[in-house]
């Protein structure tokens, strides 16, 4: 069942779903899934600093990525496993692990999450977990903590437990102020560059986010439309 909803910024345009299996509602910005956004890490990111940084081929893990309670032994069992072959930091892993003392975040060395094979790594740059999933034939889903694959997707959950599923803007970053965002297709539209619809080309996460019934309803209704 759809209906049009005005719950969420005025500025997106919200429509609501409700799961059939466990009753989940979800209010979902629309306007970003029909819009052709993908990432351009490598061609032209400005990453997430206070200042434009392309040259540090960073994109959005110049932070440590925070993780959920349940992902933390996952994430550091991974860390100390990875093939040395494809994580830059492996040494860096073994002698100091990957998490931040409080184990809610992965480490950051040299300004980036422990995780990101900088510019020139023989291993491959970007993240050593994604690149270890593909090898492994997963899905990047089943390795990465869950902020990583979600990107650039983000769900708040209201007090009536409404769940609101829009892009991440630029004051998702925090106190610190982010000089480029991605997902602001007026104030930056170089992202809104694929060839499909992010419905389309993000739909294996949407499907992890939402559940399958939920994103195959959005997928239909906003191909219709
Ligand atoms: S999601 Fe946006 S900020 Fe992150 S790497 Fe891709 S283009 Fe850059």
Redesign the pocket.
């Given at each position: 069942m759809v209906e049009r909803s005005d719950a969420d910024s005025p500025a997106e345009t919200a429509e609501r779903y409700v799961d059939p299996v466990d009753g989940t509602v979800w209010d979902i910005d629309v306007d970003f899934l029909r819009s052709n956004w993908?990432?351009?890490?490598g061609e032209?990111?400005?990453?997430?600093l206070p200042e434009r940084a392309e040259a540090l081929g960073q994109?959005?893990?110049s932070v440590g990525a925070e993780l959920l309670d349940e992902e933390a032994a996952t994430v550091e069992a991974l860390g100390l496993t990875l093939d040395p072959v494809r994580f830059q930091f492996a040494a860096q892993a073994s002698s100091g692990g990957v998490l931040t003392g409080d184990r809610r975040a992965t480490r950051v060395i040299d300004g980036a999450c422990i995780f990101l094979n900088r510019p020139g790594f023989d291993g491959g740059a970007g993240c050593a977990l994604h690149l270890a999933a593909v090898d492994e034939g997963d899905s990047p889903i089943d390795w990465k903590p869950a902020i990583c694959w979600q990107?650039?997707l983000k769900v708040d959950v209201d007090g009536n437990e409404v769940r609101h599923l829009r892009a991440?803007r630029a004051d998702d970053w925090g106190d610190d102020c982010v000089a480029?965002?991605?997902?602001d297709r007026s104030a930056e539209p170089s992202?809104f560059v694929g060839d499909t619809p992010v419905v389309e080309s993000l739909f294996e996460e949407l499907r992890a986010l939402v559940g399958p019934e939920v994103a195959v309803e959005l997928r239909t209704r906003l191909s219709e439309s």
């Amino acid at each position: 069942m759809v209906e049009r909803s005005d719950a969420d910024s005025p500025a997106e345009t919200a429509e609501r779903y409700v799961d059939p299996v466990d009753g989940t509602v979800w209010d979902i910005d629309v306007d970003f899934l029909r819009s052709n956004w993908r990432c351009i890490w490598g061609e032209g990111c400005q990453g997430i600093l206070p200042e434009r940084a392309e040259a540090l081929g960073q994109g959005c893990c110049s932070v440590g990525a925070e993780l959920l309670d349940e992902e933390a032994a996952t994430v550091e069992a991974l860390g100390l496993t990875l093939d040395p072959v494809r994580f830059q930091f492996a040494a860096q892993a073994s002698s100091g692990g990957v998490l931040t003392g409080d184990r809610r975040a992965t480490r950051v060395i040299d300004g980036a999450c422990i995780f990101l094979n900088r510019p020139g790594f023989d291993g491959g740059a970007g993240c050593a977990l994604h690149l270890a999933a593909v090898d492994e034939g997963d899905s990047p889903i089943d390795w990465k903590p869950a902020i990583c694959w979600q990107l650039p997707l983000k769900v708040d959950v209201d007090g009536n437990e409404v769940r609101h599923l829009r892009a991440w803007r630029a004051d998702d970053w925090g106190d610190d102020c982010v000089a480029w965002c991605c997902t602001d297709r007026s104030a930056e539209p170089s992202a809104f560059v694929g060839d499909t619809p992010v419905v389309e080309s993000l739909f294996e996460e949407l499907r992890a986010l939402v559940g399958p019934e939920v994103a195959v309803e959005l997928r239909t209704r906003l191909s219709e439309s």
